[in-house]
T-cell receptor
Framework: DGGITQSPKYLFRKEGQNVTLSCEQN?????MYWYRQDPGQGLRLIYY???????QKGDIAEGYSVSREKKESFPLTVTSAQKNPTAFYLC?????????????FGPGTRLTVL | GENVEQHPSTLSVQEGDSAVIKCTYS??????FPWYKQELGKRPQLIID?????GEKKDQRIAVTLNKTAKHFSLHITETQPEDSAVYFC???????????FGTGTRLQVFP
């Protein structure tokens, strides 16, 4: 089913807690991305990584952190500094930097802050 | 930076009618324009894309047109079916970046 997985599907967090969302791909893709999806706002880029041990901030990186220690994995941590973390989070991957590479999306994680 | 505007935000059509969704972009250096379909509760999936050296591309009932001068591109769905009901996102990307800038989405409802 696309070779990119996210876990968990639903996540509940108390205010003030950090939480980590998992993203794994077995497509041998170099590039990975994290997006946040809110109603009426489309997909906004949080962080992206073009290669292992390297990542770049996207448009809304404040309050989030990532790591890319392995090619297959790109976990996203939502920290307590993120003011409004309740959202649907999508991970994606693509072959690499070239402009015409399709991005493949994971099934998403819905995070709710209680 | 790049900005992508998408209209309309919602679109309702009768089964068999055509649907058109339009997007405009701000960065004239953008040269790749994909369209994604997201069914309720599912992940976005690429349905069609177009490069800046092409004016139109068709795939069965789906077509995309690009007007580089006016910096807008459109998705056309003909003979709509209930299973076309979904949220559609347009996006734009420059050649030397790895970032897609998405539009805000269009919720298409096709009524039988």
């Amino acid at each position: 089913d696309g070779g990119i997985t996210q876990s968990p599907k639903y996540l509940f967090r108390k205010e003030g807690q950090n939480v980590t969302l998992s993203c794994e791909q077995n497509l041998n893709h170099d590039a990975m991305y994290w997006y946040r999806q809110d109603p009426g706002q489309g997909l906004r880029l949080i962080y992206y990584s073009q290669i292992v041990n390297d990542f770049q901030k996207g448009d809304i990186a404040e309050g989030y952190s990532v790591s890319r220690e392995k090619k297959e994995s790109f976990p996203l941590t939502v920290t307590s500094a993120q003011k409004n973390p309740t959202a649907f989070y999508l991970c994606a991957s693509s072959i690499g930097l070239a402009a015409y590479n399709e991005q493949f999306f994971g099934p998403g994680t819905r995070l709710t802050v209680l | 930076g790049e900005n992508v505007e998408q209209h309309p935000s919602t679109l309702s059509v009768q089964e068999g009618d055509s649907a058109v969704i339009k997007c405009t972009y701000s960065d004239s250096a953008s040269n790749y324009f994909p369209w994604y379909k997201q069914e309720l509760g599912k992940r976005p999936q690429l349905i069609i894309d177009i490069r800046s050296n092409v004016g139109e591309k068709k795939d069965q009932r789906i077509a995309v047109t690009l007007n580089k001068t006016a910096k807008h591109f459109s998705l056309h769905i003909t003979e709509t079916q209930p299973e076309d009901s979904a949220v559609y996102f347009c996006a734009a990307r420059r050649d030397n970046t790895d970032k897609l800038i998405f539009g805000t989405g269009t919720r298409l409802q096709v009524f039988p």
